[in-house]
């Protein structure tokens, strides 16, 4: 009892801890893309039909139907890839259509190469559809000292815009019908 | 188990409504009935695909009921588990073979550099990071090679945009000290700039904030150990090669009388566009008593470009180092082929070109354009006893990147040098190398 006065003084710090590392949660990456939803639905990604190729072991992106009403506004595909050494968190928004409305990094955790995060950067990627090349010193400029960092995520971007066509063609930009699993 | 509750949770809020003698919102329950069960079937082949979602099941329930308005994100939770507590192993390599056109006597193969990086996060935002590595090949009392621990710092972020460091750590100075690994430069041995003038890898025992913004600067500045002046040995050609790699004191028992202060602004707002520089201070003259350069400061400042639009690869920086008040202690080297230089200077340009490119594989042809002098000028002496200042030795290196995969790289370079200085390894020379990276 005497000593509950100190907890604010211990969750300080350790909430500090946890959101060092994250720039943007998956909520706010949700709202930023798709401000005119009011619902997002998590949707699976069939991996089998998904026909991404150089899908790296246990690729499971999570994704998200962003739906106003009953009209389906696009897809949020968060993701993992590894920049040097560890996991970069990213979040890539895509419209009905099929392009690329946003990149977003989410969590970034290691010492150099933070630079991905900056915005002229992930501009890069906007309108890119799964028809684009996507690919590094190609149409997507290097960040020098940050090779492996835009390498990789610059990869995990092509990999999303592939699995974003396939939930297209699976689902059409409509809400998916229901009762079919 | 935990979605049944759940639907039933959900189905017992709606049941009063369901029992209203509206026919259309029974409609609508049995509507959303449906759709919880087509979502529950979904969650359940979510989990078959992936133990790590298994957090997420809750969410599409949440879904259904959602208020029109609300946005309902899964919790960050249903990502994989990163960071804390997480261990991470890294290396690169280098093997070279240098052979002299006019000296083939002299030609020699050498396992250059062998590295082995980890890193180990304690919390999302503490790491520590280190590298030890092994130059040529074997090390022991009879043996030309070195083990060496490049670099060794704890990581704390303060927030997402900054944090500190605090260890041995590489100084923020030029392109290559901090990108060193082979697969990041052309030619087989590193640029004579970033070795003889920024002693590349230059590390120091120090304490450093970094941070960057959303414009594009990245920032760094510490403080920390310095060379030691003392170290200066007049008889030996190493001050030649590198004035500050023959004095740099790589936490070694390092003198720490006298504290460095560096700092780097660099920006990247434009992709593809990285310019930026650095600079060092330091008294140099670790208070060692009675020592003729007392008041001794080193001064080391540089300015860098790179441009790669597309295929092309454009780089260029430039170097200068000062060593104050070393008039009194080159006046007891007389006599000595090495006294300490007051100016030294370097500068290059370079261009490659990511002609050929198939599958993972890369052919990067490239051209680069040295000019650097270890010895530009001395302090004056009397009766005409002060040292010529070197000759400036210019470098040509043309050659090509063999990249099989963007972290294997097969390298080809010839080198044109100005002067020929046996001494230091300068003269015309074919290279060939290996290089990796994980």
């Known amino acids: 009892m005497n000593v509950r006065w100190l907890l604010p003084l211990v969750a300080a710090p350790v909430a500090q801890v946890a959101y060092a590392a994250q720039y943007m949660t998956i909520e706010q990456a949700q709202r930023a893309a798709f401000p005119d939803a009011n619902a997002f639905a998590a949707i699976a990604l069939d991996k089998a039909a998904s026909g991404v190729p150089a899908a790296p072991p246990g690729w499971s992106p999570k994704v998200w139907q962003a739906r106003a009403g009953e009209r389906s506004l696009g897809w949020l595909l968060v993701d993992q890839v590894i920049g040097k050494s560890e996991l970069i968190t990213y979040a890539v928004a895509i419209d009905s259509r099929g392009a690329l409305i946003s990149v977003e990094v989410l969590e970034y955790r290691e010492s150099h190469g933070g630079e991905i995060r900056l915005a002229g950067w992930r501009k890069q990627f906007v309108g890119k559809t799964a028809a684009d090349a996507v690919e590094l010193n190609k149409d997507i400029r290097n960040i020098s000292g940050a090779t492996l960092s835009c390498r990789h995520v610059t990869e995990g971007v092509q990999r999303l815009l592939l699995a974003g066509r396939e939930i297209l063609r699976r689902d059409g930009s409509e809400i998916p019908a229901h009762g079919n699993g | ?438």
């Open chain 2, 1 to 438: 188990m935990r979605h049944r509750i759940l639907v039933l949770t959900l189905c017992a809020a709606l049941a009063p409504a369901a029992h209203g003698e509206d026919a259309d919102l029974k409609a609508q329950v049995e509507a959303l009935r449906a759709e919880l069960v087509a979502l529950k079937d979904e969650v359940r082949r979510m989990h078959a695909e992936s133990a790590a979602a298994a957090p997420a099941a809750p969410a599409p329930a949440a879904v259904a009921t959602s208020p029109a308005g609300a946005a309902t994100p899964l919790p960050a939770a249903t990502m994989p588990p990163a960071g804390a507590g997480s261990t991470a192993l890294w290396g690169y390599g280098q093997i070279g073979y240098n052979r002299p056109t006019a000296h083939a006597d002299e030609a020699q193969a050498d396992l250059t550099r062998a590295v082995i990086g980890f890193n180990h996060a304690f919390d999302d935002a503490t790491r520590v990071y280190g590298e030890i590595e092994w130059e040529h090949a074997i090390a022991s009392a009879d043996d030309a090679g070195e083990v060496e621990v490049e670099q060794l710092y704890l990581e704390h972020a303060l927030a997402p945009d900054y944090g500190v460091r605090a260890g041995l750590m590489l100084v923020p100075l030029g392109m290559l000290n901090e990108h060193h690994e082979p697969t990041n430069f052309y030619g087989v041995e590193r640029n004579f700039v970033e070795t003889a003038i920024i002693p590349t890898t230059w590390r120091e025992g120090a304490i450093a904030l970094y941070g960057s913004t959303d414009t594009g600067v990245s920032w760094n500045v510490g403080a920390g150990t310095a060379p030691d002046l003392g170290a200066w040995d007049p008889t030996a050609d190493e001050g030649r090669a590198s004035p500050l790699g023959s004095i740099h004191q790589e936490l070694q028992l390092a003198k720490a009388h006298d504290v460095s202060l560096f700092g780097a602004l660099n920006w990247q707002g434009i992709p593809g566009l990285l310019v930026g520089g650095g600079a060092f201070t330091a008294k140099i003259a670790q208070g060692a008593p009675d020592f003729p350069a007392d008041k001794a400061r080193l001064v080391l400042g540089e300015a860098h470009v790179r441009w790669q639009p597309g295929s092309f690869d454009f780089s260029a920086l430039y170097a200068r180092g000062t060593i104050s008040d070393t008039q009194a202690l080159n006046l007891t080297f007389l006599g000595q082929p090495t006294p300490v230089p007051k100016a030294f200077w370097g500068g290059y340009a370079q261009g490659a070109w990511r002609a050929l490119e198939w599958g993972q594989s890369s052919l990067v042809p490239f051209a680069r354009y040295e000019e650097f002098n270890t010895g530009a000028a001395y302090a004056s002496q009397p009766e005409s006893l002060g040292s010529m200042p070197l000759p400036t030795e210019k470098v040509w290196t043309t050659g090509v990147n063999y990249y099989l995969n963007p972290n294997v790289v097969f390298k080809v370079d010839y080198q044109h040098f100005n002067n020929d200085d046996p001494a230091l390894g300068y003269g015309n020379r074919f290279d060939l190398g290996i290089g990796y990276q994980f």
